[in-house]
Each structure stands twice: as C-alpha cells, then as structure tokens.
T-cell receptor, first 112, second 112 residues
Framework: DQQVKQNSPSLSVQEGRISILNCDYTNSMFDYFLWYKKYPAEGPTFLISISSIKDKNEDGRFTVFLNKSAKHLSLHIVPSQPGDSAVYFCAASGEGTYKYIFGTGTRLKVLA | DAGVIQSPRHEVTEMGQEVTLRCKPISGHNSLFWYRQTMMRGLELLIYFNNNVPIDDSGMPEDRFSAKMPNASFSTLKIQPSEPRDSAVYFC??????????FGPGTRLTVL
C-alpha cells in the first residue's frame, strides 16, 4: 500500500507559467514533508520542506503548500524555467523518525 | 563544500561476483542511508546508520547484502553473490541532525 502518492507521472508547462506538482499521503502520523528534484544520472537534490505546523513555505520561485485535512501537498514553481525540467519526488516522514517514504515521482517538462 | 561522494558511478559485473559500493558522507553529518532505486519499487531504504551504528537494516533484501560504516567518513554496501535482479541505481545519503537528507550521485549497477 503506497503511503505517498504522486498520481501524475508527467506534466508539461510553458516557460514562464506556473508548474503545480501534487502529492497525496495516507498516514496521518506524517508531519514532515519534502520535495526533491532529480536530473538524469544524478542523485535527488533537496528543494524545500515543510513541517505540519505550517501550511506554506517559500523559497524563491518554489512554494510548498500543505493541506493536512486533505492529506495533500503541492509544489508551485513560479515562473517555470527550462532548467526546472526534471523528475520531482515528494517524501514524508513521521515526527522524530529518520525514514522518508517517497512518492513515485512526476516528470516535469518546461517548454521554451 | 563537497557533497556526498559515491564510487564507482557505474559497475557492470557478472552474476555470482562480489560487488562493493562506496560512500563518503558530508563531513559532520551523523546519519547515513543507503537506498536502491528501481522502476518497479521506486526509491526504497535499505539501511540506516546513526553515529556509525546500524540502526535499521530491515530494508536489506537478503543475506547477500551487507553494509558497514567503519568510521564517520566512509561506508560500504556489499552484494555477494550478485544476481541480475540486483541491477538498480544505489544511492547513499547523509544527514546532519534533523535536517534533510542529501543524496550522492548514485552507482548504477548492472549484473549480467
């Protein structure tokens, strides 16, 4: 049973527009969430995180939103750039735990 | 600052051979993780070390897999004997305190 789901395997967005990547989770004990970006032949790169005491966290062009009641988080990239084209993974963990549960990833393609 | 370093980046071996993957975590990080990524199972945690001590090896697939961390700056993941189904990308990640995990570039293993 997948506890972290990314239901969209791929997404295409025009350069300059907003990219919205979604992630759903089932375990209500999760309280720390992260987004990673992965280019081919490289390891996942940490992008941004959010703890359950917040509903929004921003870092430059990247904003993560958390809706605890819906068990849903999203990553917004504004404006999208061709260099943002990569696979994006969301991950979740419980309080005080080390184990991240990863989603299956969404491949974002930003079209110039 | 150097990130997580993994070697080799690519390994091709024949079934039955011993394979050793190496990892140097980020200096000062006290937690180290080994992951395996496959198309079927995504990113899965194999083993977690804290302060050089294995804490959770429940993800290690079977006795053919072993991992060591003799000191704070070096870890190995060994497969003996290797089988074709072990073909995957193996990532090492490290973490300082309660911060996010930082991943290395991975080792792509192909077992013929």
């Amino acid at each position: 049973d997948q506890q972290v789901k990314q239901n969209s395997p791929s997404l295409s967005v025009q350069e300059g527009r907003i990219s919205i990547l979604n992630c759903d989770y089932t375990n209500s004990m999760f309280d720390y969430f992260l987004w990673y970006k992965k280019y081919p032949a490289e390891g996942p790169t940490f992008l941004i995180s959010i703890s359950s005491i917040k509903d929004k966290n921003e870092d430059g062009r990247f904003t993560v939103f958390l809706n605890k009641s819906a068990k849903h988080l999203s990553l917004h990239i504004v404006p999208s750039q061709p260099g943002d084209s990569a696979v994006y993974f969301c991950a979740a963990s419980g309080e005080g735990t080390y184990k991240y549960i990863f989603g299956t990833g969404t491949r974002l393609k930003v079209l110039a | 600052d150097a990130g997580v370093i993994q070697s080799p980046r690519h390994e091709v071996t024949e079934m039955g051979q011993e394979v050793t993957l190496r990892c140097k975590p980020i200096s000062g990080h006290n937690s180290l993780f080994w992951y395996r990524q496959t198309m079927m199972r995504g990113l899965e945690l194999l083993i977690y070390f804290n302060n050089n001590v294995p804490i959770d090896d429940s993800g290690m697939p079977e006795d053919r897999f072993s991992a060591k961390m003799p000191n704070a700056s070096f870890s190995t993941l060994k497969i003996q004997p290797s089988e074709p189904r072990d073909s995957a990308v193996y990532f090492c990640a490290s973490r300082g305190g309660t911060g996010p995990q930082y991943f290395g570039p991975g080792t792509r293993l192909t077992v013929l």
